[in-house]
């Protein structure tokens, strides 16, 4: 009976092969749990989101449209009052509404507003305007 017996050489190769192996596995399995910790939360304000009225004063009927898109805005109301810019969500807090830096490209000016969101994303609330999803 003959026994087998693998060279120096041999059980180098094998070993370096299962070691990287098991760290090839191990790195790929963290770059995997950290994509997923990195991701980033969806937008919730993208979309076109609509409001109008009447002004009980003088019976004057208004609109206003906002467009969030990939981080730019665009607002249209009844007059000839327009803004477009960028924005960026810069806090979320527990009850789902959200901290937005807008920067205006129209008015050269950086400021925040705050959004209350719907649970059922119908519509959102912007300085106390309910804006619904168009």
């Known amino acids: 009976m003959s026994t087998f017996t693998l060279k120096p050489k041999y059980l180098l190769a094998i070993a370096a092969g299962l070691a990287l192996l098991v760290f090839g596995s191990i790195f790929l399995t963290n770059k995997v749990q950290f994509a997923d910790m990195t991701q980033s939360k969806k937008d919730e304000v993208t979309g076109t989101w609509h409001a109008q009225g009447v002004t ?18 665009d ?12 924005y960026s969500i810069v806090k979320r807090f527990e009850d789902g509404s959200i901290q937005m830096s807008k920067t205006s490209e129209t ?16 519509f959102i609330m912007i300085d106390g305007m309910k804006l619904y999803k168009k």
């Open 75 to 86: 607002m249209k109301t009844d007059s000839a009052v327009k803004d477009t810019g960028t």
């Open 107 to 122: 008015f050269s000016k950086t400021y925040d507003i705050y959004i209350t969101i719907d649970p059922n994303k119908s």
């Open 56 to 73: 009980q004063k003088d019976n004057y009927a208004w609109f206003v449209d906002y467009t969030f898109k990939n981080g730019r805005y």
